[in-house]
Every structure is written in C-alpha cells, then in structure tokens.
C-alpha cells in the first residue's frame, strides 16, 4: 500500500527564529510518528542547513522548493542536487505552478529537473495542473497530460520508482478556492491513468499529493479520496497546529 506523504512548500516565508518556533512545533507533534504520513517540510534554501540541524533524528523529512538541471556550472542563483543532497535533502519541488509562470520553467527543463535530483538520490516531487481558463475551457486533462508525459517520457521507467506527483490546480492556489474532493479525485484518477499507460507497477506505487489551499477542514475529506495520497500545503504549512491537524487528517 502506498504511504501518504504530506509536504509543507513554506515558499519565500520565514525567518530563522520563526522557523526554529515552527520546526520544534513539528517535531515535538510529529517527529516521532511511525504510523500515518510521511511529513516532508520545504524551506527556502537559505534555511536548509537550519531546518537540517532541527530535524536531526526526527522522522520528518527535508525537502526542497527547486534544483537546477545541471550538476555545476555558471548559474548564479542556483543551486544542483548534488549540493541539495549534502544538507540531507530527500524530496525537491519541480515545476511548481509559480516557478512555471515567474521564472519560465518550460516542461522539458522540469523533466531534466527531475532527472537531475532522481540521479542524486532525491525524490522529485512534480507540480502539474491547470489554468482557470484551461479548466473552464475544456483543457484541462490535455495541460496536466502534457506537463505529465514530459517528465515520464524523459526519464527511464526504473529510476521513476522515487517520482511524486503533485496535482495543484493553478486556480486554487492561494485563492481560497479549492477543488472539491469530487473533482480532485477525477484528476487524480486521470493523473494515475496517463502513468498507467507507461507504467503499470509505477501506477500502483506512485503517490499523487493534492496541492491547492488545503487546510485543516477540508484535508480529511480531500484524502480520503482513493487515489489523493496525500497533500502539497501552501499557507497551512506555516502554521503549526493547522500543519499538524493536516497531517493528521491522513488515513493511511
């Protein structure tokens, strides 16, 4: 049976005494969990060695908000998996909705991201969804297919085995607005459909994160859906009790 994972994206946010407040919330409620969900958090990188200090012997895991493609090179800003993975980083964000509309990431440089932190022993954690005017206009399985299938089709089937997808329909981030658990489910359903037609094992393995203004109240039903595994959390993320609440809310 597939672990739920639920990953906090705290995004540009924090500081490093609001970070230690929240981490050692965290650890104390969930550091220790053996059962129920897998607990990632993603800090802004600045906060890695940080977060890496405070997570020390806890279960929860660190993840990343976005790597580079290429191992080394001159690309100011940046930062390779290889150097993600010294900070004990085990999960990275690629092609989250805001670095595709802000930074241009196109889907052929999220697939070789992908690729990149997979060779380093880091499980990507892939962004796909739609617009409001892609869904309203009928688009939406042919957009999250598209993004999908670039990644699938890039890397070989085996290493794929540490991929997870993120369904975060682009309209419901941050908005308030949130896809009911009918409808996330039908693109879960499909998202698990397009990696079925490449993949049969990795259709059954594969955990599929609904990402788009979860919180405390509407986590549990989200999650209960067959094929929602877990949660990519935005805002809730960074506050401790609701963060907490949500990982909770998660059956398996």
Not at 96 to 119: F, M, N, P, W
Not at 178 to 207: D, G, K, N, Y
Request: proline share 3%; charged share 20%.
């Amino acid at each position: 049976m597939r672990r739920s994972l639920v990953a906090g994206n705290w995004k540009m946010h924090g500081s490093g005494a609001k970070i230690t407040g929240l981490l050692q919330a965290l650890v104390q409620a969930l550091g220790d969990e053996q059962e129920g969900a897998e607990v990632v958090v993603c800090p802004p990188a600045p906060y890695l060695p940080l977060c890496q200090l405070l997570l020390q012997g806890s279960a929860i895991a660190l993840g990343a908000q976005n790597v580079h493609a290429q191992a080394s090179g001159a690309f100011t800003g940046d930062v390779s998996a290889a150097m993600l993975a010294e900070f004990g980083v085990r999960y990275v964000i690629a092609g989250h909705s805001e670095r595709r509309r802000y930074a241009g990431d196109t889907d052929a440089e999220v697939a070789q991201k992908c690729e990149a932190a997979i060779l380093a022993g880091i499980a990507p954690i892939v962004c796909v969804g739609e617009s409001l005017e892609e869904r309203e206009s009928g688009q939406a399985e042919t957009v999250v297919a598209r993004q999908l299938s670039a990644v699938l089709e890039h890397c070989d089937s085996e290493s794929l085995g540490q991929l997870v997808v993120a369904y975060e329909p682009v309209w419901a981030i941050g908005t308030g607005r949130t896809a009911t658990p009918e409808q996330a489910q039908a693109m879960h359903a499909f998202i698990r459909h397009v990696v079925q037609e490449r993949s049969a094992w990795l259709a059954e393995s594969v955990r599929i994160l609904y990402g788009g203004s979860v919180t405390a109240e509407n986590a549990a039903q989200l999650f209960a859906q067959q094929d929602i595994d877990g949660g990519l959390v935005g805002g809730a993320s960074l506050k401790p009790e609701e963060f907490i609440s949500i990982c909770k809310s998660v059956g398996r």
